[in-house]
């Protein structure tokens, strides 16, 4: 899905995880395998900030993690209202 896939290629594992999976999850709603709400909900999961915290001590790895989420909800967000 091209939505993600600058995403795809960052060099940060968790960061490339969560752009396949929610690459993944927007084709299923695409081809009818997911509702609207089991997308959103997927994506919730994807996206959730709070595990992270516990997996990653450099702050800095965090900062851009964080902040290439909130880029990829704001995509989310976009195809949820479509």
Same mark, same amino acid.
């Given at each position: !899905?091209?939505?993600?896939?600058? #995403?795809?290629?960052?060099?940060?594992? $968790?960061?490339?995880?969560?752009?396949?999976? %929610?690459?993944?999850? +927007?084709?299923? %709603?695409?081809?009818?395998?997911?509702?609207?709400?089991? #997308?959103?909900?997927?994506?919730?999961?994807? %996206? @959730?900030?709070? !595990?992270?915290?516990? %997996? $990653?001590?450099?702050? @800095?790895?965090?900062?851009?993690? #964080?902040?290439?989420?909130?880029? !990829?909800? @704001? $995509?989310?967000?976009?195809? +949820?209202?479509?």
């Amino acid at each position: !899905m091209e939505n993600f896939s600058q #995403y795809i290629e960052s060099s940060d594992p $968790i960061i490339q995880q969560a752009a396949n999976d %929610l690459s993944a999850a +927007t084709t299923d %709603l695409q081809v009818g395998s997911i509702t609207k709400d089991e #997308y959103k909900e997927l994506c919730n999961d994807i %996206l @959730d900030e709070s !595990m992270l915290a516990s %997996l $990653i001590t450099d702050i @800095d790895r965090l900062q851009e993690i #964080y902040s290439t989420f909130k880029s !990829m909800t @704001d $995509i989310v967000s976009i195809i +949820t209202a479509l």
